[in-house]
Each structure stands twice: as structure tokens, then as C-alpha cells.
């Protein structure tokens, strides 16, 4: 069972870690899926930055939800190389629009058709700290564990619970 840090998941993510703990700090210590979707739902994600870069973050439904993370391939001279990120990458001509661009991306790099899932809501979109990129985040649920099918890009997929990474000792 892996157990993630805060301090690499916060570099690693870009950001995206503090928005996603400061939420789930605010939800009962029973998170659950519709819970999130309701959250998400009732806001209007800060879309301010313009950016040309998406990414999923695909939710596990169970007692306790869980959080899709991958590993990436390491390749020498990538800026990403060997880190823990979400499925995602850069918006191309062929992308209708920002989530088009989330769900081919998670498409190629393991394989899951997002178009099979729900989709729960649109995460503020951040610039990261180290290389000044603006991403989006698009959050999905799915059912059960789907085999993946990884791209050269990717080395290895894990969950993680929710309820973990909300845990203040962390």
C-alpha cells in the first residue's frame, strides 16, 4: 500500500494538492462521490489563467472514494520524468475544448474512455510554481477499478484514499 507525502504531492501536482486538501478538509470525514459533485456543482471555477494544458482527476466511488494518481515514465531530459501527476497534457488543434483535451489524454496515456464515466465538476485552474504552466482540472468518478492499458508515458497507476489524503497528521 503507498502512502504519498504532502510535500512531493504539492510540487508534483503543481498546485493542485493544497485546492484539493483545503477541500476535502471542508467535508465530513465520510467523503463521498455525490457529496463532491454537489460541491462542485453549486460553484464557478476560477477559469482566469487561459490555459492551454488539462488534466483528470478521477475518483474511485466506495466507502471510501479514492483518488487515481500516475507515475510517470522516467525519460531522460523530461521536466516531468518519474513524477506523480493526473492523466493530462497539452490542448491540440483536434481537442473541441479543455475537458476534450483531459479526456484523449487520460485516453492515451492508460487507456480509460472518460466518456464512459461521470463527469462531477471543473477544479479552479492554476499556473504551476516551476514552470509557469496554466492547467485545468477536470474531476470524473468511476465505478470500479478499470485494468489500464499504459502508454510509454506512464510506468504505473495507484489509488489513493481520500480520507487519507484529508487527514491533517499527513
Known amino acids: 500500500h503507498r502512502h504519498l507525502s504532502p510535500l512531493p504531492l504539492h510540487s508534483i501536482l503543481c498546485g493542485r494538492w493544497l485546492e484539493i486538501r483545503q477541500y476535502l478538509r471542508t467535508l465530513d470525514p465520510v467523503i463521498q462521490i455525490d457529496d463532491i459533485h454537489r460541491a462542485l456543482a453549486a460553484r464557478i471555477p476560477n477559469t482566469a489563467c487561459a490555459p492551454r494544458n488539462a488534466v483528470a482527476a478521477i475518483l474511485q466511488d466506495g466507502i471510501t472514494p479514492r483518488l487515481l494518481f500516475i507515475e510517470r515514465a522516467r525519460v531522460k531530459g523530461d521536466p516531468w520524468s518519474g513524477d506523480i501527476a493526473f492523466p493530462g497534457g497539452r490542448l491540440e488543434p483536434s481537442d473541441a475544448n479543455l475537458q476534450a483535451t483531459a479526456e484523449r489524454e487520460t485516453h492515451e496515456e ?13 477544479l479552479d485552474d492554476l499556473t504551476t510554481q516551476t514552470l509557469g504552466i496554466d492547467v485545468a ?25 481520500l480520507t487519507d489524503l484529508a487527514d491533517p497528521a499527513r
Open 110 to 122: 492508460i487507456g480509460l474512455d472518460l466518456n464512459q464515466y461521470h463527469y462531477l465538476g471543473r
Open 137 to 161: 482540472a477536470f474531476v470524473y468518478s468511476v465505478q470500479d477499478a478499470a485494468d489500464f492499458q499504459l502508454s510509454d508515458e506512464v510506468a504505473d497507476t495507484f489509488w489513493q484514499p
